[in-house]
T-cell receptor, first 111, second 106 residues
Framework: DGGITQSPKYLFRKEGQNVTLSCEQN?????MYWYRQDPGQGLRLIYY???????QKGDIAEGYSVSREKKESFPLTVTSAQKNPTAFYLC??????????FGPGTRLTVT | EDKVVQSPLSLVVHEGDTVTLNCSYE??????LLWYKQEKKAPTFLFML????IEKKSGRLSSILDKKELFSILNITATQTGDSAVYLC??????FGAGTRLTVKP
């Protein structure tokens, strides 16, 4: 089955720790994206990548980092520099210029 | 700065009602407008519009884009409880509005 997976579904961390969220797709899509969604709000773009080994900052990149070493994978690291990391994180992929397919999301809680 | 505004933010209707959701924008280098439905976690794609005035339709849902007036609408006719969700519009595939939460009561 083709799709996009994120793991884990729920993640709990202590303040000051870095944490990496996984995103994998087997749709052969070139573009991949990371969004953050807070309660009652839409999706805010953190980072996106349109090709392997290249990525661009979105609107709220501060405190986050990504890598794109393989076409299938686009992990997101939430660093201790992110002031309010508790949120729902969505990963997506797409063919260039078309709609996005979303993963099931990871809910991160930092205490 | 690109801006996407959806209205209303929330809406409660009864089954069988018709609803119109709005999405207005100020976006540089417009390429496309997309509508997504988010029921629980992952948004799912509904429509993609690139040309003004063309209506896209799928069953009870339809959408139209007005590039001159910079807005789009999503219509849902004969609403059902299964239509309850957050509806998101997005421009150029990456700029999302805050969404409209639609609740359809039996």
């Amino acid at each position: 089955d083709g799709g996009i997976t994120q793991s884990p579904k729920y993640l709990f961390r202590k303040e000051g720790q870095n944490v990496t969220l996984s995103c994998e797709q087997n749709l052969n899509h070139d573009a991949m994206y990371w969004y953050r969604q807070d309660p009652g709000q839409g999706l805010r773009l953190i980072y996106y990548s349109q090709i392997v080994n290249d990525f661009q900052k979105g609107d709220i990149a501060e405190g986050y980092s990504v890598s794109r070493e393989k076409k299938e994978s686009f992990p997101l690291t939430v660093t201790s520099a992110q002031k309010n990391p508790t949120a729902f994180y969505l990963c997506a992929s797409s063919r260039t210029g078309t709609w996005q397919y979303f993963g099931p999301g990871t809910r991160l809680t930092v205490t | 700065e690109d801006k996407v505004v959806q209205s209303p933010l929330s809406l409660v209707v009864h089954e069988g009602d018709t609803v119109t959701l709005n999405c207005s924008y100020e976006v540089t280098n417009f390429r496309s407008l997309l509508w997504y439905k988010q029921e629980k976690k992952a948004p799912t794609f509904l429509f993609m519009l690139t040309s003004s005035g063309i209506e896209k339709k799928s069953g009870r849902l339809s959408s139209i884009l007005d590039k001159k007036e910079l807005f789009s609408i999503l219509n849902i006719t004969a609403t059902q409880t299964g239509d309850s969700a957050v509806y998101l519009c997005a421009f150029n595939d990456m700029r999302f509005g805050a969404g409209t939460r639609l609740t359809v009561k039996p």
